[in-house]
């Protein structure tokens, strides 16, 4: 994770969320409200790269990749509360074709592409993107869940509503096909209507992570509780989910920052200070940055 802010949901703890009924599984073990709100539209690409603790690779590798989003309603999503989320599946990967999991090319350094869906109204929204690691599932609740939460606000024209849509708790059942059984069936729901047009492995993304320049999420009200999005998201655990999005940018669409394709701003690691208990996920390095497309935003 870099200095600076990051529209990443941080974590206080690099550990797994278990349990199906545990509040965590929404965005992790006690994610806070990220600093930033960053702008994607229908189709960017969002690359994740998944770490393990001290920047090591990612230690797992059995299980699938599972990323669903969630609309922030009329709420911005930097003071968006997911405990009454409705979520929906844009997509899922296992075993490919040679029987090896997706997450043991993860293990081995490589990140992962989703891309978000074409029809997508525009709006706020969280990306919820989650391991399941299953090396421990040889006995009831030994499934360890690893969801990251990013807040991110989709640009276009899209008029697309997911036809099916689940509830973190509530999605899953420690017993489900896809956490507790040999023969695997993905837990929660089927892939929405709203699907994510691609997904792929890729390289290992760059140590840092670059956004595009986004909106500051709000400072909560004095009476707001805690764990409020006000500046310090850079966070300096280690490691953490990283993501990075193509999206295509609207032509007029318009950046202070003179450069073509609007700002971003470099995310560099920062050290732990003792008294930030916040961690970018264990699991994805954050670097997630937004990058465009050359179709505009007009043409969905």
């Known amino acids: 994770m870099g200095n600076g802010p990051s529209p990443i949901r941080l974590v206080n703890d690099i550990g797994p969320v278990k349990g199906s009924s545990n509040d965590d599984l929404m965005c992790g073990l006690?994610?806070?409200?990220a600093a930033m709100v960053v702008p994607a539209n229908p189709g960017s690409k969002v690359t994740f790269q998944w770490s393990g603790g001290g920047g090591q690779k990612w230690p797992h590798n059995t299980g699938p990749l599972m990323t669903y989003m969630a609309s922030c309603g009329s709420t911005s999503c930097g003071q968006f509360d997911p405990s009454g989320a409705q979520w929906f599946k844009i997509d899922e990967v296992g075993r490919k074709s040679d029987g090896n999991w997706y997450q043991m090319d993860i293990s081995k350094g490589a990140s992962f592409d989703v891309?978000?869906?074409q029809d997508l109204a525009p709006g706020g929204y969280l990306i919820r993107h989650e391991i399941l690691a299953l090396h421990l599932a040889v006995s009831m609740g030994g499934a360890e869940f690893y969801p990251s939460?990013?807040?991110?606000?989709?640009g276009?024209?899209?008029?697309?509503k997911p036809n099916a849509t689940v509830s973190f708790p509530g999605a899953y059942s420690d017993s489900d096909p896809g956490i507790y059984d040999p023969t695997y069936t993905f837990p929660g729901g089927p892939v929405s209507n709203l699907a994510a047009t691609s997904d792929s492995l890729g390289a290992p993304a760059s140590g840092s992570a670059s956004f595009p320049s986004g909106t500051a999420a709000p400072s909560p009200s004095p009476s707001g509780g805690s764990g409020s999005g006000s500046g310090s998201s850079s966070s300096g655990g280690n490691g953490g989910s990283s993501s990075s999005a193509t999206s295509p940018t609207s032509a007029s669409s318009s950046s202070s920052g003179g450069s073509q394709g609007g700002g971003s701003c470099s995310l560099k690691r920062k050290k732990s200070s003792p008294g930030n208990n916040n961690h970018p996920r264990h699991y994805s390095r954050i670097m997630k940055r937004i990058m465009h497309h050359a179709t505009a935003v007009s043409s969905f």
Do not use: D, E, R
């Open 115 to 117: 891309s978000l869906p």
């Open 149 to 154: 939460c990013t807040q991110v606000q989709i």
């Open 30 to 33: 006690s994610a806070q409200k």
């Open 156 to 160: 276009g024209n899209g008029s697309g």
